[in-house]
């Protein structure tokens, strides 16, 4: 059980150091619903399931859908381009 809470506190680590270092912003909020996540694991494991079930709901959830709906607002979420069928270029050179 001891080396379950290492590998989670490493993962703790690790997610808390990416998200600062990540340059996508959505990559920064699945790797913060992620540290959300392994932190309400880690408070189950000390027995506060109080604090767990506010943690997977608030910081995983919540927060979460706020800052999606927050990145859709400010047009940060990039579309992916649709790619033009082979017949649409030739009908445009012509």
Same mark, same amino acid.
């Given at each position: 059980?001891? $080396?379950?809470?290492?590998? $989670?506190?490493?993962?703790?680590?690790?997610? /808390? &150091?990416?998200?600062? %270092?990540?340059?996508? =912003?959505?990559? #920064?909020?699945?790797? %913060?619903?992620?540290?959300?996540?392994?932190?309400?694991?880690?408070?189950? =494991?000390?027995?506060?399931?109080? =604090?767990?079930?506010? *943690?997977? /709901?608030?910081? /995983?959830?919540?927060? #979460? &859908?706020?800052?999606?709906?927050?990145?859709?607002?400010?047009?940060? =979420?990039?579309?992916?381009?649709? *790619? *033009? *069928?082979?017949?649409?270029?030739?009908?445009?050179?012509?």
């Amino acid at each position: 059980m001891e $080396l379950f809470n290492m590998i $989670l506190l490493g993962f703790l680590v690790v997610c /808390a &150091v990416s998200v600062s %270092f990540s340059k996508n =912003l959505l990559n #920064s909020i699945l790797i %913060f619903m992620s540290y959300s996540l392994i932190m309400s694991i880690i408070w189950i =494991l000390l027995e506060s399931p109080d =604090l767990a079930i506010t *943690e997977a /709901a608030v910081g /995983a959830g919540v927060t #979460s &859908v706020l800052f999606f709906i927050t990145l859709k607002k400010i047009h940060a =979420l990039q579309q992916e381009p649709k *790619e *033009e *069928e082979p017949g649409e270029q030739n009908q445009k050179t012509e």
